[in-house]
């Protein structure tokens, strides 16, 4: 079972001025699936705010997976792929091309989504849109690959080759 932490960005929602909604869509789906949510935080849209706790979570090992919601769209105040960037080490572009084209089928507008994947150490950061439709749609579309990948990077498995890519 791999671990989770869930990361939300919204300014209104740290205030409590808003209920995350995004977030719970995301948890529920990941404990669907076989994953243990072990942390959940909403903070503000801050750049160094966002990073510094990224960064803490993949630094002490706290989860495999760490999902952010929100802050990926073009407003002045969304600052999540940037703050994911700052932290990462080696960037993982097909799960963010994938949920952009996939998204594509649904909305025009999913062209305007900057999310990033990451990884720092031995946790896989995704980022997520904000809105709990597109959480639904972007998580439900990447959970079938997001098992392979972190057998992978935790080194459960070792080879990505199956006798079916032969």
């Known amino acids: ?50 990073s510094a706790c990224m960064a803490e979570i993949c630094d002490k090992n706290e989860a495999d997976l760490l999902i952010t919601t929100g802050g990926t769209g073009l407003s002045p105040r969304d600052w999540t792929p940037e703050a994911t960037l700052d932290i990462a080490q080696r960037q993982v572009y097909g799960i963010s091309e994938a949920m952009r084209a996939y998204s594509l089928t649904i909305t025009p507008k999913a062209m305007l989504s900057r999310g990033v994947s990451v990884i720092r150490e031995k946790t896989w950061i995704v980022n997520l849109p904000g809105s709990p439709k597109a959480v639904k749609e972007n998580l439900t579309y990447i959970l079938p690959a997001l098992a392979h990948g972190l057998d992978i990077l935790t080194e459960k498995a070792n080879e990505c080759a199956t006798k079916e890519d032969m």
């Open 1 to 50: 079972m791999y671990r989770v932490a869930i990361v939300t960005a919204s300014d209104k929602g740290a205030a409590g001025l808003r209920e995350d909604v995004s977030s719970q869509v995301a948890k529920e789906l990941l404990e669907c699936a076989g994953y243990q949510v072990v942390s959940m935080q909403i903070l503000p849209d801050e750049r160094a705010i966002l």
